[in-house]
Structures are given as structure tokens and as C-alpha cells.
């Protein structure tokens, strides 16, 4: 079983196992017709419809010049040759591709390529076609030439090229004849060859599959796939020829390159660049890098390669590659198995990592018979490896050749490869270097092979039933079986996720496991008592860039949670965090950083599925010792991806120094029930803020701010003091009470005398003056000095360096760390309105009730202000709401605390009536003698008991100014004709 290095997390996304060469079934699609074409280059004419072989057209010209469509059938006569290039145009559909193919009987129609022309058959930009059972050449009369612009130029039989076109689908190229394809030396030159070039759009293809085909005598590649969409990990040197600027890392997916024979291909047989998944099985590949350094079958920056049931041999040059297959620079996951290399003048398995991670690879049950130079080759960091139940034979014709050899790079030596199970067979070799490899449970046997540290070897004999005996074929080797007293026979150590088979096809183990590439499946003592299995274990690649923060600080979270939170900032986007299913909002993330204090002005997010789980709105906030503060609030972030594939957004916000930072998350998309973040990362851009006076003799001095104590910056030799260092935040102030300086080799080169100075506006005034700082250290420890002043905030800061230490003329700075360590009341008081009303109708009175509360600085009483419809009261008032109009009122509390934070609070209310009310209101009036006869105030009851407004109207009209009051008189009549007209 192929497993997937970079597994999210299985929660998020139900994953299905993929078992190789499962075929894996998709929805059946409605096939269009398509019509058939018929090319006859003796019988045909270009002025015929071209639809059946008595009407065929003729010539190349006629094909190119026409647009197929899905369906379409391009056939060529067998027997037939055409001169030129072959470019049909158009594309095909899903389940229905176009098909270039043969009719009749004979020989492969041949197309043969011109010199006007790179390329004998071209497709550009299209998709869905199925090219098979031609023969092709593209010959140049000019020599091969390690100049990859010479004249030749990089010519191909067959060339595929997406060129800023997205992702192209279903190219198939089948049962070719290629010979003699003249190229130039590139990766871009040979008999089959796939390019995607993505600068403006990221550019890959989906569904390759190379098979059945046989090139002879092919420059410089048999078969290649390349891109120029490697930008990640710091990928940014490919060759020369490749197009630039590289595009952002995107792989082709769907790769298979299967069943085909390479013989004489002048640099590399099959080789591939930039894939995810592809699978390179049963083919043959012989006498490759005979005109130029190279590897048979090698593959770079490519993850999870299966690489099985090869025959790799005959390699020319081995000058300094030549090896049989070489898993090279980038690539992350390999599995090499069941293949069977020989003869190849380089050696057997080359590795090779420049800067790029090659790592977690296996190498399992292959045969090498009479490899040369070097049998294992170790290039760069190599990390990882493991290699087991190999069985490798050295004989006289391997000319005595080393084991395995090393050679240091810029990215270091190789770490982690560890030998098991493998037997090893020598009639003469020089031995190993060891260098980053341990050795356990292998058999050795002749020559110089023997491993002292290997505390389970077997030593003897290994009893194959015919060693060296290997021919041409993969079905030669069966003089590697062991023979029944074979003692490698239950010797060795099990490994877990083994693939099942050995090289042979038998079951593994039988009994307790054997060495070498041959599982006994005859009759064997019961395995008993084994040690603990050998268990596979990837490492982590970190896929967040060197200057994230985050993973500096602890995470939390105030979500339930059905996984880590700490997953958002381990560093690798593999893993992922996920809330509970239906999250309540707002709810909190946070990162804290303890006691270090950063800064920082970009977040970024990183989600898998972010339009059915992402967060879309969320405020940033800060802590400043006593409450949290906003940053930046109301942001949204829109998802446009939901495919499981990494997609990143990134917010910027006013740069901001904190200890502790958090989302305070109000939204997110919850098509799947929750929300889920696989990163979060925040980072600092610092160019735009500091600057210096001083010439600058090395590093740039945006590195004093950039949060990391390796990077510095230094002046040049020839300064003078005094001089500045300044920061500007622009219109986002900064409270500052503490600067810290982080300098390495401080008594000779470190700043001894400083002011620090703020600009208020209009000038520059000094905030500390003097301050001395006296270095202890004169070695690469990265010594901290920390300064202390009253409080400033400001926008614009600056040291003013007045001396320093200058053994070598210049002086160094590694950070400079701005600080605040007091605690700053920046929120407002809380303010709760309890009541404002006594009642629900205007019967009562309006008499507020409410607490203004600021725990921190107190509140400032003689600040608080109070208004009605925007007129101010005092405190205690008790207004009667009658005397208020009918309708909506608003009530605002404005309140300060002695910090000078200010806030306010708004409340709205009705002022309503109703014959109850009304009846309250006369009762009222007369208890108070605004109506002066009980006589006239019982009639104006019983009218109200009666519901009889209009008689009431009349009687209160007929009496104001005489017994009822004019005001009074005013409150009646508005009430009841507001009732009257209900």
C-alpha cells in the first residue's frame, strides 16, 4: 500500500486508501460520437471530407490546420511517412478524448520531424487526447553538444507543453516507435516530453500516462516530465533553460509512466520533476548517460514516487552519476522496490539533496548484480532513508567499486539511513563510508563488505542458489533465491508496512523474516520469540517559512475542540485543528508568547476546506497587561478553494508589539458542521519601518526588527558618532517603557551610549538621555542589555547613539526589542442600564436606574452626562411620562473613567396610553385638583368605562380652562384621541 506522506487529519476529510495500480472508478460520462479521420499520404487528397480511408486526406498541413472536437479519431495509414510536424488542434471531454492512432496493416505510420521544427508531434494548451502506434524521428545533422543553446536546439519526438493554461487533464501517449531525436543538453529535449510553464498561472497536468512505448538512440532524454512551478522550501535555482519566474509549487498528479523500453538515451532514460503520486513501473532502461553525465531513471522535487519493477542497466558514463536510479534533489517520499539494476557504470541507488529536503525514502527488495564505482552514493543531506532486504552482488566486473560513498554539499552531510535485512556479496570492493548510516541485522560475505557495528550480522555463505548468474530481464535473477541452507534464511529483523511480497512475488515472512531479496517459501522452523519489528517512521517536513512567529507561542482556545489546538502552529500544514460540530460565536483563539514580546503585522490562515470550514469574520485583539485591546476588528475573509489542497489568506494589520495575541472569531462557514484552521501564522515585515544614519557595511537593517537575534546588521568601518537608529509605525503609536538590545561580540562592536528620543509632532524630545550599556561578552552568545524610562507613546522612536565599541571600526546590532511593561487602563467603563421606566404605560414616571463600573482606573464621576431626546438631566430627575409625547424616546449615558477612556450607552423606550391609562390619568389629575369637581371627573369615568371617547373628547373640551386645568386638559384629549384613532 502506497501511503501518502502528507496526511490531513483524518477528521476533516474522510481518506480513502490507495492501493497501487487500483483503478479507481469515476462517474460514467456520456461519450460523444466524434467522427473519424483517415490521413493516407499516397491515396489521399486534402480536398476530401477525410471521413472514411476512400475519401483521406493527405497531409500534415490539412490536420494541423483543423480544430477537432471530443470524440474525434485522427488514423494514419499504416505503411505511411509524413514530413513536418503533427499539431492537430482542439481538445477532448472527459470520457471522450481525441485519438491519433493507425488503420490498416503494416508498419507504424512514421512521422519524421524537419529541422524548421523543434518538435515532430506537438500539443499545446489542450487535453484529453490519446496518442498511439505511431513512429517517430526528429533527426539533426549537427553533433551533440554539452552547450545546452547550441545549434541543435532542444528538439523532441513527442512534446507536450501547458504553458499558462491551469491544469491540464488525460494526455495519454501509447505504443510509440521513437528514434533518433537529436537534442541539445536539456531536461526540455528527448523522445517524450511533458512541460508545464506556470509564471502568471500555476500550470501542472492531471492524468498522464506514458506506456508501451520504445526509444532508440533518443537526446538528451528517453522520457521526461518538468515545470517550472517549484517555488517552495527556498527552490529557486533550476537550470538555465528552464523558463523563469518559476510559479508557485504545483505538481501534476495522475502520473504513471509504465511498460516502455529506453535504450541509448544520451544523458537520462525516465525522468520526472514536480508530480505528486506518480507511479514508474516495468520499465527498461538501458545504456543511458552514454553521452553525458546523468542517472537511468531519476526523478526531483517530486513527493510520493513508486518506483518498482524496473530493469535499470548498462549505464555509459559514470563519470560522476551513471547510477542506476537516483532519487534526487526535493523530494519528499520514495519508495524503490522490486527493481533490478545491473551493470550500470555509476552504481546502483544515487541519492541527492541539495537545499531542497530529500527525505523519507525506501528502498526495498531490489536486486543489484556487478553496479560500478560507488553501489550507494550519498550526495547532501539526505535524511531518512531506509534500506532493506536488498541484495546486492559485487563481482569481478564490477571492477572493484566502494560500498557506499558520501559527498558533503552546502546543505550538509546525511543523516538517518539505516541498513536491515540486506545481504551483501562481494568478490573484491573498498568498502563502505559510514557517514550518517547504522547497519543491523545484514549478511556479508566476501571482499570488504563486512560492518564491525552491526550487532546482528551474519557472516558466511549466504547460499544463493546461483549468485551472478543475472542476465538481461527481470525474470534472470533467480540465482538470488536462497537455497534451503541458506543461514540468511529467518535471520533478519520484521519492518512494518513492508509491501507485502519480495522481489520474487512471495508472501512476507514465512516464519521469521530473511535477509536478502528472496523470502524462503519452502518448509521453515516456527518463527518462536522475535525482537520488536523495525516500525517505518517519517519525519515531519515544516511547511511554514523560517520567519513564522507563531510557533513560538503556546495556542488555546475557548471553542470545544474534538482536536489539538496546538496543531495551528506546529508548523506543518498536514495537521489541522477542528472545533466541535455546531461552534457557538464569538469565541477566541490565542497565541501567547509568555514572556517574549514580538511584533508583528501579517496573519495568515491556512485551511483545507475553507469554504465549507472556514473562518470568514473575526476581530484581532492584543493584551497589554491588563485588557485586551483592538487591533483591527470586523475582518472577512473570503475561501475559494474547498478541495482539500493547502490555500492560504493573509491579512496585514497596524504593526503591533504583544506578548499575547487572539482572533476573536465571530463567524465561519459551517456547511460541514464546524470550523477548522490547519495554520496559523504570523510574521513581520519590517522594511518599511527602520532606518539608520550609519553606512551600512553588512546585513540589512530591517533585520534589527525581524524578530530573530541570528539575523544582524553592522555598519561600515568609517562612522562617527553621533548617529540614529529610527523606527516609524506612521499613525499606529506604540507605548514604550523598555528597550532591549540583542548584540553578539559586544565589547567589540556593541553601542555603549544611547538617548532615546520620541517625535510629539513637531519635534524630537528626549525621553532618556545618557544611558550607558556595558557589555560583558566578546563571543558569538547573542548578550541582551535592556534600558528603562518613564512611558512614551508615540509613532516615530529613535536611539541616538552617542558611542560604542569599535575593536574592528564598525558596530553590530542584532534586534533592537521595544517593550511595555506597564499596565495601561485603555478600556472604557462598563456601563448597565437596569430600568429607565416605573411603569409600561404613561401613568408612571421616567426615573432611570443604572451603574457605571471601571475596575481598573475608577470612574470619573464629575464626566458622566445624561440626556433625554438629546437634552440633558440630572441624576435622580423623575420625570412624569405623561408629560412626555407618545411615541419612542432615547436615553443616553455618557460616562469617562480617570484615564480618559470614555464610553456611551444608548436606550430607547415608548411613551404608550390606553383606556386604563386614561382612567389613571383622571383619577390623577382630580387627587391633585387639576380637575376641581368630583362631579365632573366621576362622568368622565363612566364615559371611559363605557368606551365612549367621542362623549369624553367633548366633555373635556366643553370644561378646560374652567374645571379641568388647560395642561391637564392638553394630556386628556392627546390620549384619547391617539385612542380614538386606533
Avoid at 540468511?488 to 520484521?494: D, K, N, Q, S, T
Amino acid at each position: 500500500m502506497l501511503k501518502r506522506l502528507s496526511m490531513r487529519l483524518t477528521a476533516i476529510v474522510s481518506a480513502m486508501a490507495m492501493l497501487v495500480s487500483m483503478v479507481i472508478a469515476a462517474p460514467s460520462v456520456v461519450k460523444a460520437a466524434g467522427t473519424t479521420y483517415y490521413i493516407d499520404n499516397i491515396g489521399g487528397d486534402d480536398g476530401n471530407n477525410g471521413t472514411s480511408p476512400g475519401s483521406a486526406w493527405k497531409s500534415l498541413d490539412k490536420v494541423n490546420a483543423t480544430t477537432f472536437a471530443p470524440g474525434d479519431k485522427i488514423l494514419f495509414k499504416a505503411g505511411g511517412s509524413w514530413n513536418g510536424r503533427l499539431w492537430p488542434k482542439g481538445s477532448g471531454a472527459a470520457g471522450s478524448p481525441i485519438v491519433i492512432d493507425q488503420y490498416g496493416s503494416g508498419s507504424k505510420p512514421l512521422i519524421a520531424g524537419v529541422t524548421s521544427e523543434l518538435e515532430a508531434v506537438f500539443l499545446k494548451n489542450q487535453e484529453y487526447w490519446e496518442i498511439s502506434n505511431l513512429e517517430i524521428t526528429n533527426r539533426s545533422p549537427l553533433p551533440f553538444d554539452r552547450d545546452w543553446q547550441n545549434p541543435r536546439g532542444q528538439r523532441r519526438g513527442v512534446y507536450i507543453l501547458n504553458e499558462e493554461a491551469g491544469i491540464l487533464h488525460h494526455i495519454q501517449v501509447k505504443n510509440l516507435t521513437i528514434h533518433d531525436v537529436d537534442g541539445s543538453y536539456t531536461t526540455r529535449s528527448g523522445g517524450i516530453i511533458f512541460d508545464s510553464v506556470g509564471s502568471v498561472t500555476p500550470s501542472a497536468f492531471d492524468g498522464i500516462l506514458i506506456d508501451g512505448n520504445t526509444l532508440t538512440d533518443v537526446d538528451a532524454y528517453g522520457i521526461y516530465i518538468g515545470s517550472n512551478c517549484i517555488l517552495r522550501y527556498g527552490m529557486n535555482d533550476l537550470w538555465p533553460w528552464v523558463q523563469k519566474p518559476y510559479g508557485p509549487w504545483t505538481p501534476s498528479t495522475h502520473v504513471k509512466i509504465s511498460n516502455n523500453s529506453v535504450i541509448r538515451a544520451a544523458t537520462g532514460g525516465i525522468a520526472w520533476n514536480v508530480t505528486d503520486g506518480a507511479i514508474v513501473e516495468h520499465n527498461t532502461v538501458q545504456q543511458a548517460t552514454y553521452l553525458a553525465t546523468n542517472a537511468s531513471i531519476w526523478w526531483a522535487y517530486a513527493d510520493n514516487n513508486l518506483v518498482q519493477f524496473n530493469e535499470s542497466f548498462e549505464s555509459v558514463n559514470g563519470a560522476e552519476d551513471g547510477h542506476g536510479f537516483d532519487v534526487d534533489a526535493g523530494n519528499l517520499g520514495s519508495i524503490v522496490q522490486y527493481n533490478y539494476s545491473h551493470d550500470n557504470a555509476g552504481g546502483f541507488m544515487l541519492f541527492v539533496n541539495d537545499t531542497y529536503y530529500t527525505i523519507n525514502t525506501i528502498v526495498r527488495y531490489n536486486i543489484s548484480q556487478n553496479d560500478r564505482k560507488s553501489i550507494f552514493r550519498y550526495s547532501g543531506s539526505i535524511d531518512t532513508v531506509y534500506n532493506y532486504n536488498n541484495s546486492i552482488y559485487v563481482g569481478e566486473a564490477s571492477g572493484n567499486p566502494v560500498m557506499s560513498d558520501y559527498f558533503t554539499k552546502a546543505s550538509g552531510s546525511p543523516v538517518n539511513i539505516k541498513n536491515y535485512n540486506n545481504a551483501y556479496y562481494s568478490v573484491g570492493d573498498r568498502g563502505w563510508n559510514l557517514t550518517g548510516q547504522t547497519f543491523d541485522y545484514n549478511a556479508y560475505f566476501g571482499g570488504n563488505t563486512l560492518v564491525q557495528d552491526d550487532a546482528n550480522k551474519v557472516i558466511g555463505d549466504p547460499k544463493f542458489v546461483n549468485p551472478g548468474s543475472g542476465g538481461i530481464g527481470m525474470n534472470t535473477v533467480g540465482g538470488y533465491q536462497l537455497q534451503s541452507d541458506s543461514p540468511l534464511i529467518g535471520a533478519g529483523i520484521r519492518i512494518t508496512d513492508n509491501g507485502g511480497r519480495d522481489y520474487f512475488g512471495n508472501p512476507v515472512y514465512n516464519g521469521a523474516p530473511d535477509i536478502g531479496a528472496h523470502e524462503y517459501a519452502g518448509s521453515v522452523p516456527p518463527a518462536g520469540d522475535m525482537p520488536d519489528p523495525i516500525v517505518i517512521t517519517p519525519i515531519h517536513l515544516p511547511s511554514t517559512p523560517t520567519d513564522n512567529l507563531a510557533p513560538m507561542a503556546t495556542a488555546s482556545t475557548t471553542f470545544q475542540t474534538d482536536s489539538a489546538i496546538a496543531n495551528i502552529n506546529d508548523n506543518y500544514y498536514e495537521t489541522a485543528w477542528m472545533s466541535e460540530m455546531s461552534p457557538a460565536f464569538p469565541n477566541y483563539i490565542t497565541l501567547d508568547f509568555g514572556s517574549t514580546q514580538v511584533t508583528s503585522n501579517i496573519l495568515k490562515l491556512n485551511a483545507s476546506f475553507g469554504q465549507s470550514q472556514g473562518i470568514t469574520d473575526f476581530d484581532l485583539e492584543y493584551f497589554d497587561g491588563s485588557v485586551w485591546v483592538p487591533i483591527q476588528s470586523g475582518i472577512h475573509v473570503t475561501w475559494n478553494s474547498d478541495t482539500g489542497a493547502d490555500e492560504i489568506q493573509t491579512v496585514k494589520f497596524p504593526s503591533t508589539m504583544f506578548k499575547k495575541i487572539r482572533m476573536k472569531i465571530n463567524d465561519g462557514n459551517l456547511q460541514r458542521g464546524n470550523i477548522t484552521l490547519n495554520e496559523l501564522e504570523l510574521y513581520f515585515e519590517a522594511t518599511d519601518i527602520a532606518s539608520t544614519t550609519f553606512p551600512t557595511g553588512g546585513g540589512e537593517i530591517a533585520n534589527i526588527i525581524d524578530n530573530n537575534v541570528s539575523s544582524t546588521w553592522g555598519s561600515s568601518t568609517d562612522i562617527t558618532f553621533p548617529g540614529y537608529f529610527a523606527l516609524d509605525y506612521g499613525n499606529n503609536p506604540i507605548a514604550v517603557n523598555k528597550i532591549t538590545l540583542v548584540t553578539h561580540f559586544g565589547i567589540g562592536q556593541g553601542i555603549t551610549n544611547v538617548d532615546v528620543e520620541y517625535f510629539d509632532g513637531t519635534e524630537w524630545v528626549t525621553a532618556l538621555s545618557n544611558a550607558s550599556i556595558d557589555w560583558k561578552l566578546n563571543d558569538s552568545t547573542k548578550e541582551r542589555q535592556s534600558i528603562e524610562f518613564p512611558t512614551i507613546t508615540a509613532g516615530k522612536i529613535r536611539l541616538k547613539v552617542n558611542n560604542g565599541n569599535r575593536q574592528w571600526g564598525n558596530i553590530a546590532l542584532n534586534e533592537l526589542i521595544l517593550e511595555n511593561n506597564t499596565v495601561v487602563d485603555r478600556n472604557a467603563p462598563v456601563i448597565t442600564v437596569e430600568s429607565v421606566t416605573t411603569t409600561e404605560d404613561n401613568t408612571g414616571d421616567f426615573k432611570p436606574q443604572f451603574t457605571v463600573v471601571d475596575e481598573l482606573s475608577g470612574v470619573d464621576h464629575t464626566k458622566t452626562v445624561m440626556t433625554l431626546d438629546g437634552h440633558v438631566v440630572m441624576d435622580g430627575d423623575s420625570i412624569p411620562l405623561y408629560t412626555l409625547e407618545l411615541g419612542t424616546h432615547t436615553f443616553m449615558i455618557t460616562a469617562s473613567d480617570l484615564a480618559g477612556n470614555t464610553t456611551s450607552q444608548t436606550v430607547t423606550f415608548q411613551v404608550m396610553t390606553s383606556l386604563a391609562a386614561l382612567k389613571q390619568l383622571v383619577k390623577s389629575f382630580s387627587d391633585k385638583g387639576l380637575i376641581d369637581n368630583k362631579g365632573i371627573a366621576d362622568s368622565l369615568l363612566s364615559k371611559l368605562e363605557k368606551q365612549d371617547l367621542k362623549s369624553f373628547i367633548h366633555q373635556v373640551e366643553a370644561q378646560a380652562g374652567k374645571h379641568i386645568s388647560d395642561n391637564a386638559a392638553q394630556y386628556l384629549l392627546r390620549d384619547a384621541e391617539s385612542l380614538l384613532g386606533k
